[in-house]
């Protein structure tokens, strides 16, 4: 089992910036790739972004790419999501999860799940 706890959300003016935190207790952290869904209301849940186990490897929503940036902390179990250049689009609740592969982009690939942080970001 992995228990994963995410922070850092609020509201947040457009073009600001905002680092979320998914810190990871349970089995050892370093054994999982990590990934960032969000979802926004009356939408379905979507990939956001992935880690590897190292750190070495990541993948990115096309939404996001150059806004945001996926990193890791194995010392500390933490895993962040470094948002740039918000936008009103990027108003969702943020999850993290894990035990999937970072090749994984899809919700089903993966078992663990927080509870989610919520993001607004103001026009």
């Known amino acids: 089992q992995v228990q994963l706890v995410e922070s850092g959300g609020g509201l947040i003016q457009a073009g600001g910036s905002l680092r979320l935190s998914c810190a990871a207790s349970?089995?050892?952290?370093?054994?999982?790739?990590m990934a960032w869904f969000r979802q926004a209301p009356g939408k379905e849940r979507e990939f956001v972004a992935t880690?590897?186990?190292?750190?070495?490897?990541?993948k990115y929503a096309d939404s996001v790419v150059g806004r945001f940036a996926i990193s890791r902390d194995n010392a500390k179990n933490t895993v962040y999501l470094e948002m740039r250049s918000l936008q009103s689009d990027d108003t969702a609740v943020y999850y993290c999860?894990?035990?999937?592969?970072?090749?994984?982009?899809?919700?089903?690939?993966?078992?663990?799940w927080g509870q989610g942080t919520q993001v607004t970001v103001s026009s």
């Open positions: 880690i590897n186990w190292s750190g070495s490897m990541a």
């Open positions: 999860a894990a035990g999937g592969s970072y090749r994984n982009t899809t919700e089903r690939g993966y078992t663990y």
């Open positions: 349970g089995r050892t952290f370093s054994n999982y790739d």
